[in-house]
């Protein structure tokens, strides 16, 4: 019965982006014109300009073209073993075209450093050509970056982990062209370079700690192409509101292209945002889902680039889970969010989370599934871009974490 119900979860997850193409997307996106007035919200440089004495435009209306800049530098814990760091989060908004017809540009930078070595300079872009003719999605990582690994599958206790030191360069570059209202395809490239990879332990191998061939001794290097299908109806990647997004990639590695081992990969990505006031949908009363499938279809993928908890594209799945707690072939991801103004200002918010995960290595993929969930405070940053400050807590079995973040993690 246990099996039957997780195999029901399983086919749910795959058949959601069916669900979500078949939605009618003028019923999902709330409507926009030239100009937005934000006048009846308040954010975090009102408040300041209140207390610096600094005067406001007369109006305030967001013009097409102004660029919203959100910058965060606060002290924090970087996942994966890498201790406290000094983090300075950047996130820019921008519209490229007229608003109503073209959706908003962003990007992140989000470098740290923990004062002892170890620091991440991580970029990632998505670009809107006006009228939405073209998204260029971008992210560029380079990263002295320790990660703690509990090998593949589920079987292995909390304790039983060992943190793996790596120099890691990312650069995956994609171009998606429209093709109808809301529907995209494209390709792209993409290199994930890992060298100096060891466990911090001397005493142990990661080869053997691992039980897996590929990627655990000194270095691996994955270069590849990608043929991506994109549907996305949102108008805000950094804070959405109504809207439906799914992402298909299929990934291929060809050792001519200077691949260590030939490997091929898929992920699909599904969200679903569901507002419960219809009446009002720029005010933040909204249910909002989240799903991806990911999987590898050779046996000889690099360990580093094989699918874990926390390394989706953004990695911003399994709050309450430790960043790749679960590793294997195949990973199933399932989250369900709820987030709602607290102050009819729009300036205070809060969300309230479950999330549930489960990978291949240690038995059948449906085998095991492992749940968190967790709760935080929204702070409205920039009304302009509707960026965020989001203080989460969130817990699991035998773990918790406070998280801070500029925006929303889907």
Known sequence: MKMQYAAGVFCACLLLPTIIIAQDASNTIPKQSQQRDTAQQTDLIDIGKALFHIKPQKTRVQRGKKIYFSVLPVPGAVPGGAGRALITSTTAGTYLGPQSTTNLS????????????????????????????????GDIRLLVYPQYTWGLGSANNYQNKTLVNQNYIRFYQTALKKITP???????YNLDYHNSIS??????????FTHYNYGTQSSSLSSGVNLSLLYDTRNNSIN???GSYLNIVYRTNPTFLGSDQKWNSLYIDARKYLPLDR?????????????????????????????????????????????????GRSLVYLESEYRRD??????????AFVNVTTVSGSGSLLRSWHPAAGTGLRIKFNKGSNTNIGIDYAFSKGYSAVLLNLGEKF
């Open 106 to 137: 962003s990007a992140n930078f989000a470098p740290y450093w923990n004062f002892k070595g170890r620091f991440g300079i991580p970029l990632r872009t998505s670009i809107w050509l006006p009228n939405n003719t073209w998204n260029i999605q």
């Open 182 to 188: 809301y529907f995209y395809a494209g390709g792209g």
């Open 199 to 208: 466990s911090d332990d001397p005493g142990i191998d990661l080869q053997q």
């Open 240 to 242: 959405p509101l109504p």
């Open 279 to 327: 009446d009002n949908p720029t005010r933040q009363n909204t249910l909002a889902f989240w799903s991806y499938f990911w999987t590898v279809f050779n046996s000889n993928a690099p360990y580093l680039d094989l699918p874990g908890i926390g390394s989706d594209p953004y990695n911003r799945s399994g709050e309450g889970l430790e960043q790749n707690r679960y590793r």
């Open 342 to 351: 607290i102050t009819g200002n729009g300036l205070l918010g809060f969300v």
